[in-house]
């Protein structure tokens, strides 16, 4: 599985930006999908989640909370993409984002044992 971030850039605090990650692989919707950030010095922590479907309509997600009310996980399997959608960014959102896929998911978010992972894509937030 390759996946491939973008949508990053540098915005102004207050403003949004949409990530996006395409994955390669005929079983995109049998994964789930995670984004994580990571700033120097710093572990890379995860900032949401989203479960697969056996329908493709009844997805859990997980977001962290400090971008709760602010941030949103989707995905799209017909486009093998999730994306994280940012609003309302603030100067501490700042960080290399990473999108990560995990096939094997035993039903919590939150121990999601990722196994791939993209190259990340840098968010500025500038004051």
């Known amino acids: 599985v390759q996946l491939v971030e973008s949508g990053g850039g540098v915005v102004q605090a207050g403003d949004s930006l949409r990530l996006s990650c395409s994955a390669s692989?005929?079983?995109?919707?049998?994964?789930?999908m995670g984004w994580f950030r990571q700033t120097p010095g710093k572990e890379r922590d995860v900032v949401a989640a989203?479960?697969?479907?056996?329908?493709?309509?009844?997805?859990?997600?997980y977001l962290v909370d400090s971008v709760k009310g602010r941030f949103t996980i989707s995905r799209d399997n017909a486009k093998n993409t999730v994306y994280l959608q940012m609003n309302n960014l603030k100067p501490d959102d700042a960080a290399v984002y990473y999108c990560?896929?995990?096939?094997?998911?035993?039903?919590?978010?939150?121990?999601?044992?990722?196994?791939?992972w993209g190259q990340g894509t840098q968010v500025i937030v500038s004051t």
């Open positions: 989203i479960s697969w479907s056996v329908d493709s309509t009844d997805y859990r997600t």
């Open positions: 990560a896929a995990a096939v094997a998911f035993d039903g919590d978010l939150t121990r999601v044992k990722y196994e791939y």
């Open positions: 692989g005929r079983t995109f919707s049998s994964y789930a």
